[in-house]
């Protein structure tokens, strides 16, 4: 037994010495392994900082933020042209750059690190279908055009994480320059408020800054926020301070802005903070969660007081809806609500083209053309809705189901890549962080997808590309340390390898050393993709180009247009637009833009050639009017009416249409078929006045005075201080009520002309029984009865026409001072003959001066 004893005891003692002989081996293996690391980060920091190819690296992400934000219009119509361009062309840089860089030629497999992630495949595979519902479009210039710009923050996109992957300290650098931006900005909303409060500017709506409008200013600042948050919450000393800084100014900036969309934006997002830093806390114990939250919430309560204090105590009152409160300005959100109407009736719109075409949706670019389909029904005129204000509904109108749940699921890969980070944030602490940045900066990015078209705003396209390739280069990371942590070591040299590489993730130092990693490229497969990604950089280049010149030439006649005068000669259009796009920014057809210079000069023949086989838009009903137009001119009434007809088919609510289509019908004695159409027009807009006068016109000329009085009526109860409803309302009056019975007064009228007023009273109380309130009929009784010494019954004739006039006459006035006078009461004589007097009447002053002016003394 003892022998047995003594012998598990060796056995024991011999593992032991074993097992700390392994551990001994490994801690030395892990520390030659960690003095490996140190060494090669040493050298390679060492190596960057006579590595030049950093700094083309670093100006590439600078370029990418600042060209894309502050490129001017240029002369063009607005931002957007100039902005899409100069992207364009810095993802043409940035392509060229990667080409002839030494170290991605050497390692190819930096092309395919955005496709090892999800959000990455997501968005490659949202790029595809693009091309494919080509095959829908009504429009494939309009396509083209829009999959020119998709393609470009695609690139951007690209490329940018690219950048992102092989240093991940630009991610600082971008929070650093993005705030600077964010204070730019805050900056320049605070002097602008200093205008508007000094009565320079008309109103909040006025402040735009380096941005096309103030929408898009309200967005930027509202989506750079999470930049400024991410420096207050990770760094330390003075970028800690910026942060805080910047997040405060860009709040209250986005307070002044009167964005109610973002209003409602920051509640939730600080709910969701607040929410955060709860959880750290509860998980951690560490106050430094709770003390970030206050600073959070101290920056947020300070922006409130600044914006609120402004508004009670420096606002004008003429400030509308922007000098209400937030919670005043949140409650007015409802269902009748202008903006909130239109948004509304896009989204509706957007869902009824998904029934339609779920699988490849309308065509890419093509929602402004087929939305006509629906807004023609209930617009009055060629004002449009060209966004859906909603990029969670327009992609998949545009593109399909399945492109609409490729967008959101790259917001979902982002947030599920920070989730994992989260959970492993004790391993992966870098990346944590990073991605933090990336999903925060998308949630904030959501809630303006959710209300406006950011992705057809460079400006705020660059920061969804910012905080994309962000997160896909922090997604890749994750992947990387995963697949270190679980390899299993069968390889002793790669398992150290790999080790360190892990650690260099998790540090964030620059691991673009790691090609190992990298995945499996084949040089052919490069040089194909390089070509056809260069080819189709040019291609986007070009085509921006080409937008860009024809943006220049619309801005002209937009101006034009909004004045309601034409004066530039039409050749000067004929030659100047550029072949793409074939519709302008506010979806007109370049065409019918033409066709209106040419109608301007008569040169209607010219016009019929220009838009007879435009076919850009089947549901615009531009082309159709015009054309109507033109044969007209010509004399070709047949030909008109049938292209008014087709118009109205298309645009029924159109009214210079309808006016034109029932002008030729009269003239053709089709007046049933105009009526029909009028009431029909009058069912579908009550506010157009001219409708009202045409119809009541046409009743009250074919003797139907009852219906032409009943609809005038009508109008004049919707629109009460419209001159010419007014106007048609008194004239319809006396057919109706007062024309029936006009002999009376015209067989009273020689009888009182020539004094006979107990012939001519009887004659004017039977007619003024019989008719509405006629003034001077009422005078003329009043002096009938003045004249037969019925001062009673004339005071009273008197005082019905004060009640029923808008002012007290002065020759009336001097009128019932002589019944007063005639009654004997000579007080009230003299009162009126006094204010007789004082109104200028020369009879009064006459009176006064007789009876009263002795009598006062």
Partial sequence: MSRKKQNKHHIKRDQRQQNDTSTQNKASTREQELQAYRARKKQKQKGQSTNLLSIPAAILVLMYIFITTFTPNMMALDTNATKFL??????????????????????????????????????????????????????????ILYFSKFFSVFSATFLLSMLITRDLRFIRIIAIVV?????????????????????????????????????????????????????????????????WIGMMMGITATFFMAARAFYVGLIIVTVLFIAYSAINYYREKDRHHLKVMGGYVAALVLALTIFSLTQSYLYPQRGGRAAAGIGEQIASINVEDGSTRIRLSAWQWSLNMIQEQPLLGVGPGNWKLRVLEYENQTKPNFIYSYKAHNDFLEIPAEKGLISGLLYIGIFFFVGWAFLKAYFHRRQSEILYRYLFLATSGLIFYSFDAMFNFPHDR???????????????????????????????????????????????????ADVSTGTKDLPPVKPWMVSTAAVA???????????????????????????????GNLTEPADRFLTDFPPIPNISAWGES?????????IQEKRFEEALEEIRYDTTN?????????????FQEMDMPDSALYYTQLAYQAKPMYFRNVHLMTNLLEQMDREDEVLEIMEDYLERDRRTANAWIITTNIYNRRGDTDRAYEL???????????????????????????????????????????????????LLNEYLEKVPFEENVWRMRAIAHYHLAQYQDCIDNIERIFEEGESEDASLLNLRGASYRGLGDLDAACR???????AGNESGSTNYNRFCANRQQ
């Fill in 832 to 838: 009126d003959f006094e204010a007789s007097m004082q």
């Fill in 618 to 630: 089947p549901f615009d009903s531009r082309r159709e009017y015009f054309m109507a137009i033109c």
């Fill in 712 to 762: 005038i009526d009508q109008a004049l109860q919707i629109m009460p201080r419209d001159s010419l409803v007014q106007r048609q309302h008194r004239f319809l009056t006396f057919r109706k009520f007062v024309e029936p019975h006009r002999h009376l007064y015209n067989e009273a009228l020689p009888y009182y002309q020539n004094g006979d007023y107990q012939r001519a009273l009887p």
């Fill in 458 to 508: 460079p400006e705020m396209v660059i920061l969804y590309a910012l905080y994309l390739a962000i997160g896909i280069s922090g997604s890749y990371y994750m992947n990387r340390a995963s697949g270190a942590d679980t390899t299993s070591p069968s390889d002793e040299n790669e398992t150290g390898n790999r080790a360190s590489r892990s650690e260099a993730i998790l540090a964030g």
């Fill in 179 to 243: 705030t600077g931006i964010l204070l730019f900005d805050s900056i320049s909303v605070f002097y602008y408020i200093g205008e508007f409060i000094r009565g320079d500017i008309g109103g909040i709506s006025d402040i735009k800054s380096v941005y096309s409008n103030k929408n898009i200013l309200a967005s930027a600042l509202f989506v750079k926020i999470p930049f400024a948050l991410w420096l207050y919450i990770f760094e330390k000393a003075w970028l800690k301070r910026l942060g």
């Fill in 86 to 143: 100069s992207l364009s062309l810095v993802n043409l840089l940035a392509f060229i750059y990667f080409l002839t860089d030494k170290e991605t030629r050497q390692n190819p497999g930096y092309f395919g690190t955005f496709f090892t992630t999800k959000a990455g495949l997501a968005y490659g595979g949202l790029l595809v279908i693009t091309l494919i519902t080509f095959v829908q479009s009504i429009n494939i210039l309009e396509s």
């Fill in 590 to 598: 370049i065409q019918t833009l033409k066709a209106r210079y040419l």
């Fill in 533 to 563: 990604g260069l080819c189709l950089m040019a291609a986007a280049s070009w085509v921006l180009y080409q937008n860009y010149q024809s943006s220049k030439v619309q801005r002209v006649v937009y101006q034009e247009i909004m004045r």
